[in-house]
T-cell receptor, first 114, second 113 residues
Framework: NAGVTQTPKFRVLKTGQSMTLLCAQDMNHEYMYWYRQDPGMGLRLIHYSVGEGTTAKGEVPDGYNVSRLKKQNFLLGLESAAPSQTSVYFC?????????????FGPGTRLTVT | QQQVKQSPQSLIVQKGGISIINCAYENTAFDYFPWYQQFPGKGPALLIAIRPDVSEKKEGRFTISFNKSAKQFSLHIMDSQPGDSATYFCAASLSGSARQLTFGSGTQLTVLP
């Protein structure tokens, strides 16, 4: 099992450009999450999904959109990138969102917006 | 609003020493408190977790102490090793919220050989 994979690993964008980050998991998990990690701020939840075809906003959703067309994939989109979106983005998945099910994290995507 | 406050920001410990990281939370509805370990260039990985109905949980050299009345919990790493050098995050979540995790700001631990 590859677990949670993220594509790409690194990306540099110019202000106003768009891009999509791809997260894939092969563990048949129902729940998937997108976080951003900034120095001194821990990880903050952007959006999450409780199943195929569903999405919901997290703590910092502005400027981002997501889609979950297939159970194994969760896409994070930036329509018009801003320097404030320079961050490391992590995707995570869990079996369900109830009980003590562990969230498994991907290796991250480092995004720089100039 | 930061709902989980973590300290210290950085910690340096000698090999064999005890590392202690503290967290405090505000929302009394939180019912699950995990600690995550992150090595440079990697994603966080679950280290140990506790529910508020117990005051302590131990797994090997790692122990969580939980004080419900003070709304505080801490991670103790006994016999700290250079391989424990990493960033540690405490977190908290609510049941019925898709287990959204609210993270602390992180502690960078360095264990000197």
């Amino acid at each position: 099992n590859a677990g949670v994979t993220q594509t790409p690993k690194f990306r540099v964008l110019k202000t106003g450009q768009s891009m999509t980050l791809l997260c894939a998991q092969d563990m048949n998990h129902e729940y998937m999450y997108w976080y951003r990690q900034d120095p001194g701020m821990g990880l903050r939840l952007i959006h999450y999904s409780v199943g195929e075809g569903t999405t919901a906003k997290g703590e910092v959703p502005d400027g981002y959109n997501v889609s979950r067309l297939k159970k194994q994939n969760f896409l994070l989109g930036l329509e018009s990138a801003a320097p404030s979106q320079t961050s490391v983005y992590f995707c995570a998945s869990s079996l369900t969102g109830t009980g003590d099910y562990e969230q498994y994290f991907g290796p991250g995507t480092r995004l720089t917006v100039t | 609003q930061q709902q989980v406050k973590q300290s210290p920001q950085s910690l340096i410990v000698q090999k064999g020493g005890i590392s202690i990281i503290n967290c405090a939370y505000e929302n009394t509805a939180f019912d699950y408190f995990p600690w995550y370990q992150q090595f440079p260039g990697k994603g966080p990985a679950l280290l140990i977790a506790i529910r508020p109905d117990v005051s302590e949980k131990k797994e090997g050299r790692f122990t969580i102490s939980f004080n419900k009345s003070a709304k505080q919990f801490s991670l103790h790493i006994m016999d700290s090793q250079p391989g424990d050098s990493a960033t540690y995050f405490c977190a908290a979540s609510l049941s019925g919220s898709a287990r959204q995790l609210t993270f602390g700001s992180g502690t960078q631990l360095t264990v000197l050989p």
